[in-house]
T-cell receptor
């Protein structure tokens, strides 16, 4: 079946450091890929998305590229801020089915 | 656009009582909504898929008689936790897919409902 694997956290960085959170997936066909962010005590917010191979999703300085050859969708940001501290979830869906989530990666950024 | 609301945001109840959680798509129609459950510091686990006008589809291991789902309109799905027990305490999150964008897989999430059963 379909699945998503994320790097385990927590990830602890200093402000302005470079961020990479790895995400790989297993799926048949061509899923749509997403990164969601969850701030403490809140629900999920869509951070970025990509619907086909080689698409690059970007938002708020975060980027991720849909790599079919490596079945990956790694999240990157060149310079993190304290306000980026949150839990990040990689997810996929196919044909409008429910999202399948990775386990989440906690990011903690200190000033 | 694409806002999903949940009510209540937080509820505390006694063991044995039933709790109803509402999920509404505010500015779009959703023939399909999803209910997830999230335990502390864990990922979201799909509980069921709610389809407007038909029975919900439950994931393996989810008791359909305990977690009653009703999707009576294109903008509202409800989850009722019947005879709640402390182990049902969790964060319940719904999502909705915009029916007007059938080729697009994005789902929009509600803010979640924190249920605490004493």
């Amino acid at each position: 079946g379909n699945s998503v694997t994320q790097m385990e956290g927590p990830v602890t960085l200093s402000e302005e450091a470079f961020l990479t959170i790895n995400c790989t997936y297993t799926a048949t066909g061509y899923p749509s890929l997403f990164w969601y962010v969850q701030y403490p005590g809140e629900g999920l917010q869509l951070l970025l998305k990509a619907t086909k191979a080689d698409d690059k999703g970007s938002n708020k300085g975060f980027e991720a590229t849909y790599r079919k050859e490596t079945t990956s969708f790694h999240l990157e940001k060149g310079s993190v801020q304290v306000s980026d501290s949150a839990v990040y979830f990689c997810a996929l869906t196919q044909s409008g089915t429910a999202l399948i989530f990775g386990k989440g990666t906690t990011l903690s950024v200190s000033s | 656009g694409a806002v999903v609301s949940q009510h209540p945001s937080r509820v505390i109840c006694k063991s044995g009582t039933s709790v109803k959680i509402e999920c509404r798509s505010l500015d779009f129609q959703a023939t399909t909504m999803f209910w997830y459950r999230q335990f502390p510091k864990q990922s979201l686990m799909l509980m069921a898929t709610s389809n407007e006008g038909s029975k919900a589809t439950y994931e393996q291991g989810v008791e359909k008689d305990k977690f009653l789902i009703n999707h009576a309109s294109l903008t509202l799905s409800t989850l009722t936790v019947t005879s709640a027990h402390p182990e049902d305490s969790s964060f319940y999150i719904c999502s909705a897919r915009d029916s007007g964008k059938s080729s697009y897989n994005e789902q929009f999430f509600g803010p979640g409902t924190r249920l605490t059963v004493l």
